[in-house]
Each structure stands twice: as C-alpha cells, then as structure tokens.
C-alpha cells in the first residue's frame, strides 16, 4: 500500500506540487497498480525465454562501404571561421 507521505515524496523528486486530498487519491491508484503487479509476480514463466524487444527486430545496419570522401575545400567553405586549413571552433574547456 502507497501511502500519502511517499505520494508527496514522489511528488517532491519530480518537482511536482501535489496537494493533499489528490496524495490521497494517487497513493490509492497506485497502490492498484503496484496490486497488478503483483499478481503478474504469481504467474509461473520459468519456461519463458525472456524477451528484450516488444517486436521481432533484425539487423536494420546496411553493410558497411568505403566512398569517396569530400574535398577539404568544399567542407571549409561552410565553415565560419578557417584556420590554416581546418575549421576553427570556440574553446570548450
């Protein structure tokens, strides 16, 4: 069971104001939730492969490639600003 102090406790990590007669109503929602939960604990699934992914995904990587790479000249000429032939960039440390 939730009580109305952890409702406010959760209310307070994210940065919600949540007022008392709501605390009261959400700890009794949640506690619903975490009650389904626990039911889902009782089924047996010791023969279920567990399952990482909802959907049945393959491999959506193309096959890697060598191409031509650009021309120095036609990248510097999008940059601001060009320093003895590299892109010149503001200081990040």
Known sequence: MITKEQVEHIGWLARVNIDEEDAFEFASELSTVLDY?????????????????????????????????????DILANAEEIQEGYIKTPKII
């Open 37 to 73: 939960f626990g039911q889902l604990d009782e089924v047996d699934t010791s023969d279920v492969k567990p399952t990482y992914h909802v959907a049945d995904v393959m491999n959506v990587f193309r096959e890697d490639k060598p191409t031509g790479s650009l021309e120095q000249d």
